[in-house]
Nanobody, 122 residues
Framework: QVQLVESGGGLVQAGGSLRLSCAASGSIFGINAMAWYRQTPGKQRELVATITSGGSTNYADSVKGRFTISRDNANNAVYLQMNSLKPEDTAVYYC????????????????WGQGTQVTVSS
């Protein structure tokens, strides 16, 4: 079984910073891509940032220039450094991974973390 475990959420004042971590464990033969999503009540889950196996990154316009996604391939981990936080960044943040779980497979499998709460106060 593959499991994604997140940490780093919490309460911070506007303008502050947080660093989210997500580590994947289990039978993993390769990483296609990893990403962070966020969701607030009554809204669709929103893609925040992605990073591919080749290191390409993509960010939502609302976080561009403030958030940075990075990887630690040795530990199957992904991070989200969040700076200059705003109250509108308040959400549950979810780690997402597209992983290869069989040797030689070209079909990836999608996994989700449990979510971690980020609250930004004004």
């Amino acid at each position: 079984q593959v499991q994604l475990v997140e940490s780093g959420g919490g309460l911070v004042q506007a303008g502050g910073s947080l660093r989210l971590s997500c580590a994947a464990s289990g039978s993993i033969f390769g990483i296609n891509a990893m990403a962070w999503y966020r969701q607030t009540p009554g809204k669709q889950r929103e893609l925040v940032a992605t990073i591919t196996s080749g290191g390409s990154t993509n960010y939502a316009d609302s976080v561009k220039g403030r958030f940075t996604i990075s990887r630690d391939n040795a530990n199957n981990a992904v991070y989200l450094q969040m700076n200059s936080l705003k109250p509108e960044d308040t959400a549950v943040y979810y780690c997402n991974a597209r992983l290869f779980i069989r040797p030689g497979s070209v079909v990836d499998h999608v996994y989700w973390g449990q979510g971690t709460q980020v609250t930004v106060s004004s």
